[in-house]
């Protein structure tokens, strides 16, 4: 098991460019550009899909497609990963350059942040000079505007020799007129004179030697100006996928090679360090002065707000204190705004049941179907309505907000530090961040990070963040345990404390293990590393509440629904079928119960978990009807009667705590294995990103046991 | 290196200071280039993190978080205040 560029990074990536050319007569549209200037909320708006989308850089990375019509025509848009650059020193990048240059799209959209033009003009003219068929997309013209910045953007266009369309995605601003322009480039209605850059002499002269040659053996296929500069510099990694797409090694080729030795020569000892320099100075000086030309400011200073609120929400006293307190106050109106529609809906939900029972029993039914659909299925199902939505509901809309205006990045700023003493990258909280949503696409994300090593460290501590499916399990012990037994406001304060101490503790063991993975299987040093903190933006409040409610809320319940009904009925036969005296699930259980002992939990549970492989929405469901099936049947309308069921099966604080331990740090879910196994093309990196979290749980759940009952707490 | 120039990691909170060159090679330096940090560059120092590293740089219009790591591999002179 070695870091592989297969097991990692680019051999995950290049399975998905293609060519992606389809029925004839579509066209297929390229969609780039920096990060985080709105790339998806077009993609979305114009193809009606639901990419994600949120106020940090790498928030898409994999190339997604959607199609529309526009005029006669089908498009098909290819939302690339952003980049800030064509010049690919990560995998995202060489993924956006190679399908720009080999995808051969019809057209490329370069998507730019109209508040930051410098800045994204890298990229404009990077891809300038690679295609003739460009639009170029000035985005975020609402912030533009708010912040007094004004673009001419006919004189850009003009400068650009490219059409200039500017819009506002979020409202839909200026997006017919983008469509309309996309059209025209595709079928060749403009022909664009797109700005071609003037390098330095000695570049200039290098090129002129050696594109000529380059021109007659690639016949036009591949821009040769572009690929000349590219050898020019020494870039290796674009001469493999030449080589790929042009069935033949340009290096190969005696007259290539030979010009390009006596165009080096000609550079006049300058390496291909300096070269690059060169050529890069090009390109961002003409950056510069297209900017200055098409771009006044009414205010000089006109981010100054963003840098008073970042003065305070990274500062050295504050920074740290506020990302805690914002953490808290999220948790706690998670809590506190739950546990009254848990009750309502669990208690309508119960009600059907009541209305169920009494159809059976009126329609005479056998009582083991009763039991099956009723006792197992729907109930399993009511409870993971009425426990897990509320709290998602709530806690979901609020990330969102945090994640819209902005405020992601500046954790990962904030926490940096501590990812750096563990030898990891700092983009790391962000794919921690994701995880909050899904583990499962915590690990796509961490696809953010270059460094194998650091991206590898990043898939296998990604289960110690409680994903959707786990954190409702917390927040019900909790609730039970704590916030029902600590009477009013005081009661939902200690829940939160506890809750913040859950997830503060699988940072901790992140860094820990991080830590650890990087002074034995992965060693190595921090990488280079650098981090955008990106303006912040007013959130659309009504979208995100709708959204959350509609993508996450929803999401949940349909895989609730998937799961847990299915697995209601699985666990109800395993709970009724015997052998001798005792069920299947309690042989089971009685097997596992000393193991599970030693760390705090009982049999049932361990199985409770084991069974909850496919999805962790249903351990508490589990363990819950294994009870239920064991024990005296009761109604289970509230959270009291739930604690009692849970105490009248030996439950006690040590238990609850060990439940929660145990949630955080385990096995992750089979979806975020499979999803581990498709990134890293690794079985054993999958095999250790299995064991690393079980481990750790199973270490740090027998060491808490043992403690209490040294310590005799209990 | 030249007299008169520091590395980026040195130069104070709330100074602005003029690139004069990079002692990075390869990739990272390819890197420092696509964030625009070519000769005489004004970058602006904003603040450092919480933990005191990274800092936060403003250059050519966008906010970067750098290493000081990185930073250190950045030559650049203090430009006089105004
Ligand atoms: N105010 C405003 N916000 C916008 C506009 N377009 C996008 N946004 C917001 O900007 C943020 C980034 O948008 P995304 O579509 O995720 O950006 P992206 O380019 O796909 O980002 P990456 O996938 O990280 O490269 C989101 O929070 C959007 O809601 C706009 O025109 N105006
Ligand atoms: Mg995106």
Redesign the interface.
């Known amino acids: 098991m070695v870091l592989t560029s297969r097991s990692t990074g680019p051999g995950v990536l290049r399975n998905s460019i293609n060519t992606g050319h389809e029925a004839a007569g579509t066209f297929t549209i390229a969609l780039a550009g920096n990060p985080n200037v709105g790339k998806s909320t077009i993609f979305n708006s114009l193809t009606g899909l639901r990419q994600h989308t949120g106020n940090w850089p790498g928030k898409t990375v994999a190339n997604a497609r959607g199609k529309y019509r526009y005029g006669d025509r089908e498009f098909i848009l290819v939302d690339i990963p952003g980049t800030?650059?064509l010049?690919a020193?990560s995998v995202e990048e060489e993924v956006a350059r190679d399908f720009i240059c080999f995808g051969e799209p019809d057209a490329t959209v370069v998507v730019a942040d109209a508040?930051?033009?410098?800045?994204n003009l890298?990229l404009v003219l990077q891809t300038l000079e690679i295609t003739d068929r460009v639009v170029v997309c000035l985005n975020l013209m609402d912030e533009a505007e708010r912040k007094h910045i004004r673009i001419d953007l006919k004189k850009l266009a003009e400068k650009l020799g490219v059409p200039v369309i500017g819009t506002s995605a979020r409202s839909g601003r200026g997006l017919p007129e983008l469509m309309e322009a996309i059209y025209s480039v595709a079928v060749g209605r403009i022909k664009t004179k797109p700005l071609r850059i003037t390098y330095d002499d000695i570049i200039e002269k290098a090129l002129k030697r050696v594109e000529p040659y380059l021109f007659n053996l690639t016949g036009g296929k591949v821009n040769s100006r572009w690929v000349s500069l590219k050898m020019i510099e020494g870039d290796s990694s674009i001469l493999n996928t030449l080589q790929e797409y042009l069935g033949y090694d340009l290096l190969k080729d005696r007259d290539v090679t030979g010009e390009l030795r006596s165009a080096r020569q000609g550079l006049w000892g300058i390496n291909s360090?300096g070269a690059?320099?060169m050529i890069?100075?090009g390109i961002?000086?003409t950056?510069?002065n297209i900017f200055r030309d098409t771009v006044s400011l009414e205010h000089r200073d006109y981010n100054s707000l963003?840098?008073k609120i970042?003065?305070i929400l990274?500062?050295?006293?504050y920074?740290?204190p506020v990302m805690i307190g914002l953490l808290g106050v999220i948790f706690w109106l998670t809590l506190a705004g739950a546990n009254y529609p848990s009750e309502v809906i669990a208690a309508f939900l119960f009600h059907i049941e009541d209305l169920l029972t009494a159809f059976f029993t009126w329609a005479g039914a056998p009582q083991w179907l009763y039991g099956l659909l009723v006792r197992g299925m729907y109930r399993t199902l009511a409870w993971v309505v009425s426990v897990m939505l509320p709290p998602m509901a709530i806690f979901f809309p609020l990330f969102t907000l945090l994640e819209d205006l902005g405020y992601l990045p500046r954790i990962a700023?904030?926490l940096?530090?501590?990812f750096?003493k563990a030898c990891a990258h700092?983009k790391q909280a962000l794919t921690m961040c994701m995880g909050f949503g899904c583990n499962a696409a915590g690990v796509v994300g961490c696809r953010i990070i270059d460094s194998p090593r650091e991206r590898l460290i990043a898939i296998i501590t990604n289960n110690f963040v409680p994903c959707n499916g786990r954190f409702p399990t917390l927040i019900a012990i909790i609730a039970i345990f704590i916030g029902g037994r600590v009477p009013g406001v005081f009661g939902s304060f200690v829940s939160t404390l506890v809750l913040m101490g859950i997830v503060v503790l699988g940072v901790a063991v992140t860094l820990l293990v991080s830590a650890i993975l990087s002074r034995t299987v992965l060693r190595g040093v921090?990488s280079?590393?650098?981090?955008?903190?990106?303006?912040y933006r007013r959130p659309q409040v009504w979208r995100i509440i709708v959204r959350s409610v509609l993508d996450r809320a929803l999401f949940v319940l349909g895989r609730a629904a998937a799961v847990a009904a299915p697995a209601g009925l699985i666990i109800w036969l395993l709970a009724n079928i015997k052998i001798g005296e005792y069920s299947l699930l309690s042989h089971g259980a009685l097997f596992l119960e000393p193991f599970a002992r030693l760390l705090g939990l009982d049999g049932y549970i361990l199985m409770a978990f084991i069974i909850g492989f496919p999805a962790n929405e249903i351990v508490m469901p589990i363990i819950i009807m294994s009870y239920m099936s064991t024990g005296s049947i009761l109604e289970l309308d509230s959270l009291e009667a739930l604690r009692q069921l849970l105490v009248s099966h030996g439950w006690t604080w040590l238990t609850a705590v060990s439940v929660m331990l145990f949630s955080l740090m385990h096995w992750p879910c089979g979806t975020t294995l499979w999803t581990i196994r498709k990134e890293t093309g690794s079985a054993g990196w999958t095999l250790i990103s299995f064991l690393v979290p079980t481990l750790t749980g199973i270490i740090i759940c027998f060491t808490f046991a043992r403690v209490v009952h040294l310590l005799r707490l209990i | 290196m030249e007299a008169g120039y520091i590395t980026l990691n040195m130069a104070p909170s709330g100074s602005t200071a003029k690139v004069k060159g990079l002692t990075s090679n390869g990739n990272i330096r390819r890197r420092m280039l696509d964030l625009g940090l070519v000769m005489n560059t004004d970058v602006e120092v904003l603040q450092k993190s919480p933990s005191g590293d990274p800092t936060a740089y403003h250059i050519r219009g966008a906010v970067i978080a750098l290493r000081s790591e990185e930073a250190s591999k950045i030559l650049v002179e203090i430009n006089p205040i105004v």
């Open positions: 800030y650059s010049s020193s508040t930051c033009l410098e800045r890298n360090d690059r320099d890069v100075s961002v000086n950056a510069e963003d840098r970042d003065s990274t500062s050295r006293i920074g740290i700023f904030n940096d530090n501590f750096n700092g921090p280079s590393f650098t981090l955008e903190l990106p303006p």
